[in-house]
């Protein structure tokens, strides 16, 4: 059982390291900062190719990186939820990631408190590198695969 305050990400979203992946040194060029203190240049991630990641910039976890590794991941308040986000302010049910043709999108899943990208709300949108978004109290930085 997840404890209170904490984002936690079932482990079906987590991947060992197998011959399917490859070790991939994010870009940091245009990051904030605050991003880049959190996933510095040395840090290795190991994602398959096409593969995108978030980085959790507020919140409990802060620091966190969260493959996003599937055709659907959802999050919420849900404790089934794939990324789950133990916040008042965000729904059971609040937003899901999707991959696939070559992007990655989050859409709205009818929240009550809105998902903002860039801080602006969206009921659905493409990611581009480096954009925020925010469910609830917790921003997550989305970082792009390698080109």
């Not at 059982?1 to 040194?25: F, I, K, N, P």
């Not at 009550?112 to 609830?136: K, W």
Request: hydrophobic share 35%; aromatic share 4%.
């Amino acid at each position: 059982m997840a404890m209170s305050g904490q984002l936690t990400v079932e482990s079906s979203t987590l991947r060992a390291r197998g011959a399917d992946t490859v070790a991939w040194r994010p870009d940091l060029s245009g990051t904030s900062a605050a991003v880049a203190d959190l996933l510095s240049e040395e840090d290795v991630v190991e994602l398959r190719p096409g593969q995108g990641m978030l980085v959790v910039t507020r919140g409990p976890n802060t620091g966190a990186q969260l493959r996003l590794d599937r055709p659907v991941l959802t999050a919420g308040r849900h404790q089934l939820s794939d990324i789950y986000l133990d916040d008042i302010t965000v729904s059971r049910r609040h937003a899901e990631f999707h991959t696939g043709s070559g992007e990655f999108r989050v859409v709205d899943c009818g929240s009550r408190n809105n998902t903002y990208v860039n801080g602006q709300p969206v009921d659905s949108a493409v990611l581009s590198n480096h954009d925020e978004i925010q469910i609830g109290k917790y921003r997550l930085v989305f970082i792009g695969p390698a080109d």
